[in-house]
Nanobody, 124 residues
Framework: QVQLVEAGGGLVQAGGSLRLSCAAS????????MGWFRQAPGKEREFVAS????????YYADSVKGRFTISRDNAKNTVYLQMNSLKPEDTAVYYC?????????????????WGQGTQVTVSS
């Protein structure tokens, strides 16, 4: 069982930056691939970024490529999402998710555990 707690959301102006973090409980964090997803009002949840258990492989949605960076610190049981050059269309609730001993895919159904989400609002 893994519990995930996101933090770092907030209100920021367009062009600004935020860093989200997701802290995981348990001693097997390094066995999990991690993903970030987001859900805007009235829209389906969508993939943002994912990272392998070692941090050696990362993947991004086209809409955030070049602006967002996913990273992890296995010693701290934490995964991060650095978001730069934010746009109003990035406004959403951001969720982190964990996938046990499997590749960091972009499909929601492949993830075993989810956090409660953190709100990111980008004003124009």
């Amino acid at each position: 069982q893994v519990q995930l707690v996101e933090a770092g959301g907030g209100l920021v102006q367009a062009g600004g930056s935020l860093r989200l973090s997701c802290a995981a409980s348990g001693r097997t964090f390094s066995s999990y691939a991690m993903g970030w997803f987001r859900q805007a009002p009235g829209k389906e949840r969508e993939f943002v970024a994912s990272i392998s258990w070692s941090g050696g492989s990362t993947y991004y949605a086209d809409s955030v490529k070049g602006r967002f960076t996913i990273s992890r610190d296995n010693a701290k049981n934490t995964v991060y999402l650095q978001m730069n050059s934010l746009k109003p269309e990035d406004t959403a609730v951001y969720y982190c998710a964990a996938r046990f001993r499997a590749p960091p895919i972009a499909t929601m159904s492949g993830y075993d555990y989810w956090g409660q989400g953190t709100q990111v609002t980008v004003s124009s």
